[in-house]
């Protein structure tokens, strides 16, 4: 007797066509509701402004380290020092971490700048263009970011003082930590039992 | 009916309104932003409740005056507020406490000039209003969302003094409501061979980070809801993006934008930063999903165990894999453990309330938690993990947290185990 009410409960719950969605009651859920406008070209172009390492994304445009020098103390130095060396937590060190070796599990106290952990290049312009400077986001021109990445960069020696960076530098430099990274192995084929 | 009897009482609301203006009126000033907020000394009970007729309902409700759990460190535009959570029961954290992790401060939005843009490698590139969001088919749903960096602190510089919102505070719990990401995905016909998406955010910063297609296709979400309610500001007022079980930095909040793409597009946050050392000059990146893990939320510091007898140690167990299959206590530093009992129901990706009944002989011990998950995980312990990532390691501090407790009834953090 005890099995009856599961086994009705089983058949009504046969009966009804359940959608994936268990709670789902209504019509049939459609491919498309027709929500939403189109969006015009302009309109994605006016915040379409990150940039792959492949560069696609990066304006016209060109700075040297001896252009950006002046604005990098402007507008990066009061966070970042006067010689990059950063207010961490908050404001990162960009300059100055130990080239040659990559030993950052040996200990976290071992400075991770531009040069020795940044794995694109276009990811500073990318950064820059975003986000900095702090206090005024977006004030930079495309030549000033140019500027600043190219002076940061070549303070870290990836690139000779003399460099104009533009579209097509900027994508070509190859950073010293890009081989360094891997892709999340965490899981792998045990299921994610082991400590990784 | 039409007038409103002034009371004393709306004079005192009209006062109290005119200081909070006051305060609105000072929120440049910087000094006022670094004072950490007074506790407000509660009103005078009095002898007898029940022989007093008590306060009249108000529009919005606030906390007794006997309890004040606060968010700390404030102040900061570029930092996190952890949550309190040795003040909290259950596995929900309140709205106004949820941990807060910012880079360029708290945008106010106006949800009304505010919309999702999807473009990319799609059919038919499309903005949402808020309105058009809300129109969709809703999905609600509890999850838990962790800062990568969650525990860096105790990690690197571990204090007996640490309290679990010191510990583990950048870790909430919420209800969420909004839209599957999926279903967007249909609405703009998201092409076969976009791999991952950008997913951006409205904030002074455009925070951005790189997604799985397939995890927009699986279980994220675009919430404007949480615990009922219009998401908080802090939390991404009026969108965010929800991603189970992914570290928190992912969680992008004032969603402005998802750009369907083939590859990783490597923002800042998931090169320079959000990226974790290794051992063998390597550094793991898109380590998005969160390790199993549990904290014991009482007896925790700054708690005292008044003497001998009947403790509750309870606490929160979760993992970014899926569910929380079971969690071990140990009352004697690790040497046996013995299974806790699960007080809420055991959620893929949301975390679960644990109680394990000790009685205490008054002797001094360390007591800790260790979290399984339905991968079959087990939470390890520092060592372990170290010895897995290298001292160096930064990110995903999931190792098993220890309270040690001294004779006296002093509880205080052991983070080495």
Request: net charge positive.
């Amino acid at each position: 007797m005890k099995r009856l009410p599961i086994l009705t409960a089983a058949l009504i719950l046969a009966a009804c066509k359940i959608d994936a969605r268990n709670d789902y009651l209504g019509d049939k859920e459609p491919q498309r509701f027709d929500l939403g406008r189109a969006a015009s070209t302009a309109q994605v172009a006016a915040v379409d402004i990150d940039v792959a390492p492949s560069g696609a994304g990066l304006p016209a445009g060109s700075g040297t380290a001896a252009q950006g020098a002046p604005l990098y103390a402007t507008n990066c130095a009061s966070c970042h020092g006067a010689n990059g060396e950063g207010k961490p937590p908050a404001y990162p060190q960009l300059i100055g971490g130990p080239k040659g070796t990559f030993d950052f599990a040996s200990d976290f106290k071992i400075p991770r700048t531009v040069g020795n952990y940044w794995p694109y290049a276009t990811t500073l312009f990318d950064y820059i263009r975003r986000a900095m400077p702090l206090a005024a986001p977006g004030s930079l021109t495309p030549d000033q970011t140019y500027a600043v990445t190219a002076y940061l960069l070549s303070r870290e020696g990836i690139i000779p003082d003399g460099t104009s960076l533009d579209a097509k530098s900027l994508a070509a430099i190859q950073m010293p930590a890009r081989s360094h990274f891997v892709a999340d192995d965490r899981r792998g084929s045990t299921g994610g039992k082991n400590v990784r | 009916m039409n007038d409103t009897p002034i009371t004393r009482r709306t004079l005192i609301a009209g006062a109290a309104a005119a200081a909070g203006g006051a305060l609105i009126a000072n929120i440049g000033d910087a000094d006022a932003q670094q004072k950490p907020t007074a506790p407000i000394p509660p009103p005078a009970a009095p002898v007898d409740p029940t022989k007093v007729p008590g306060g009249p309902t108000t529009a919005v409700g606030t906390r007794s005056s006997f309890v004040n759990p606060q968010r700390a460190p404030v102040g900061e535009i570029t930092g996190t507020s952890y949550a309190p959570l040795q003040d909290l029961t259950g596995t929900i954290t309140p709205s106004d406490l949820h941990f807060t992790r910012i880079h360029a401060g708290v945008p106010a939005i106006d949800p009304a000039k505010h919309t999702l843009l999807i473009h990319g490698l799609v059919d038919r590139p499309m903005e949402f209003t808020i309105a058009d969001l809300k129109r969709f088919p809703a999905v609600t749903r509890t999850y838990f969302i962790e800062c990568a960096g969650n525990g860096r602190a105790a990690y690197r510089t571990p204090k007996p003094q640490m309290t679990p919102q010191q510990v583990d505070g950048m870790f909430s719990t919420s209800e969420w409501t909004g839209v599957l990401v999926s279903t967007l995905f249909r609405e703009v016909g998201v092409h076969s061979d976009a791999k991952w998406f950008l997913a951006e955010g409205g904030d002074a910063c455009l925070m951005a980070r790189s997604v799985p297609v397939s995890k927009g296709r699986d279980d994220a979400l675009v919430a404007y809801a949480q615990n009922g309610e219009a998401i908080r500001p802090e939390q991404g007022f009026p969108i965010r993006l929800v991603l189970p079980g992914y570290e928190g930095n992912t969680n992008v909040k004032w969603l402005r934008r998802l750009k369907l793409g083939t590859e990783q597009f490597m923002t800042r946050w998931e090169t320079s930063k959000y990226t974790d050392p290794l051992p063998g000059g390597k550094v793991r990146m898109f380590s998005l999903e969160m390790d199993a893990k549990s904290l014991i939320t009482s007896p925790a510091y700054p708690e005292k165990l008044t003497g001998p007898g009947w403790w509750p140690i309870t606490g929160l167990a979760w993992s970014g894999r899926g569910r929380i299959t079971r969690v071990d206590v140990s009352v004697n530093g690790g040497e046996s453990w013995a299974e806790a009992e699960l007080l809420t129901p055991l959620i893929s990706r949301a975390p679960v309330r644990f109680q394990y009944l000790w009685k205490w002989a008054g002797d001094e011990t360390m007591i800790m938690s260790r979290a399984v998950d339905d991968q079959g995980y087990v939470q390890p312990t520092m060592a372990q993990l170290k010895a897995a990532r290298g001292p160096g390691t930064d990110y995903h501090f999931n190792s098993i947290r220890a309270w040690r407790i001294a004779r006296d009834g002093t509880v205080t953090f052991e983070a080495a185990t």
